[in-house]
């Protein structure tokens, strides 16, 4: 029993390196993805694309892509992220 333990908590031990460093990937994809978008969105307005439903969308998503990323879900935040930016590109060819 005491061997199982100890094997459990080595494992535990070697792979939380691991998913450490998914999480500052993903929190690292989730901050420059939004910056990214940002300033595709602010591109967007400037060309006057601000009034259609795929740019009010976008600009949905990342807000709540800023709230995800408030409260670590980066992860989710990349995803909403990615949906914005999909939005965005859809009002440009319009």
Do not use: H
Not at 43 to 48: E, Q, V, Y
């Amino acid at each position: 029993m005491r061997a199982l333990i100890t094997f459990c908590l080595a494992v535990f031990l070697a792979a939380a390196p691991a998913f450490a460093a998914g999480a500052k990937g993903a929190k690292a994809a989730c901050e420059n993805g939004l910056k990214q978008a940002e300033r595709e969105l602010d591109f967007a307005k400037a060309k006057g694309l601000g009034g259609t439903w795929e740019i009010t969308k976008a600009a949905t998503l990342l807000t709540g892509a800023k709230i995800q990323s408030e409260f670590g879900k980066y992860p989710n935040c990349v995803d909403k992220v990615r949906r914005a930016r999909a939005y965005i590109a859809r009002s440009r060819r319009k």
